[in-house]
């Protein structure tokens, strides 16, 4: 390659790494802003000296500040960046993976798959604490081993297997809904919803302590996954072991789901929609910026449900982002189907 030709590169490549930097820089600075709102605004408004203060462990004169910020306002507001980070990454990976928009591990049924298993053993056997993280990756292995059996490396039929299995986890929780109480079923309900409203620290500490392995394994492994979008044939004589990737990726982001879900639920689209729109933003696949987006929307889910439901009702924050999915999954094939009839990448 020429002196000239290297140059006309550089000069054609720079201005996507600043756009992407740009964008990047745009999503953490959002995501920050939605947090400290979720933390500082609502029924209970905190100064954030006042909350830098509680946080390192000073009791101010306001009565219950303390109580409301580090057992209410934080913990929900921690629980949604880190879950809604993993189910964005999780879900962009998965969709690489696999190169189809659809297959997230919410469509798949991976999810179902652990929240099926959790919720058998909360309501039915009484279980909680660690158990619970355990057969939740177990419910959604499980789900994953039948998926890709059935599918024999067929996209399409991966896809349809994995609905056809949703269904029928969506069958056996209501069957397990159905023989336990009604105290059960009402928190049960509650948690299927997707719902940071009752996270404690523990389960916030197991989350991050193998929630963000997870996402930084996901990370550094965005550059193979990236050629392996190419197709097997390049990504080979480019270096990349394909199956040894694909399997690597496969675990990590049912364990990365597994984990999130026993703590918040199966949060709706949030794994579905944070890929697409974390790529129309970079230009192409991004798992930080995915886990970014999926965080600053579960966050805002969360708040939204919290607050700003007319009549005071307060909702989960899967029920606010599966009624906002659906729209922006319209807008976003619509916007996809345009710029492929005018020609842009």
């Avoid at 999926?294 to 009549?311: E, F, K, M, Q, R």
Wanted: aromatic letters at 6%.
């Amino acid at each position: 390659m020429s002196p000239t030709t290297l140059e006309r590169s550089r000069v054609d490549t720079d201005p996507r790494k600043r756009r992407r930097l740009v964008a990047l820089g745009a999503l953490i600075v959002a995501t920050l802003a939605i947090f400290l709102v979720r933390v500082l605004l609502g029924d209970f408004t905190f100064t954030i000296t006042d909350a830098v203060r509680i946080v390192l462990g000073e009791q101010i004169d306001v009565s219950g500040a303390n109580y409301v910020l580090m057992e209410s306002k934080l913990p929900r507001a921690v629980a949604a960046l880190v879950g809604g980070a993993l189910f964005g990454a999780a879900g962009a990976a998965m969709q690489s993976l696999v190169r189809n928009p659809l297959a997230s591990p919410d469509v798949l049924g991976i999810s179902l798959g652990s929240s099926t298993a959790a919720v058998f053993c909360v309501t039915l056997l009484g279980w909680s604490g660690w158990p619970i993280l355990f057969v939740a990756v177990l419910g959604g292995f499980a789900v994953s081993g039948v998926i890709l059996a059935l599918a024999k490396g067929q996209t399409a039929r991966m896809i349809l297997v994995g609905i056809a299995m949703a269904a029928g986890l969506q069958s056996v929780i209501q069957w397990i809904l159905l023989k336990s109480n009604a105290f059960q079923a009402q928190d049960a309900m509650v948690w299927l919803a997707g719902s940071v409203s009752d996270v404690t620290w523990p389960e916030i500490a197991r989350l991050a302590g193998i929630g963000l392995p997870m996402l930084v394994v996901l990370a550094v492994l965005a550059h193979r996954l990236r050629v392996l979008e190419l197709g097997r044939p390049l990504a080979v004589g480019l270096g990349v072991p394909d199956g040894a990737t694909r399997a690597f990726v496969f675990v990590t982001v049912v364990l990365g789901i597994a984990v999130a879900t026993s703590v918040c639920g199966p949060v709706a689209f949030v794994a579905l929609l944070a890929g697409p729109i974390a790529r129309r933003l970079m230009g192409r696949t991004s798992i930080v910026a995915a886990a970014l987006v999926g965080a600053s929307i579960t966050i805002a889910g969360d708040y939204v449900g919290a607050y700003l439901i007319p009549g005071g009702g307060k909702l989960p924050v899967g029920v606010i982002t599966g009624l906002a999915g659906a729209p922006v999954l319209a807008w976003l094939l619509v916007a996809s189907q345009r710029g492929r009839s005018k020609g842009t990448p």
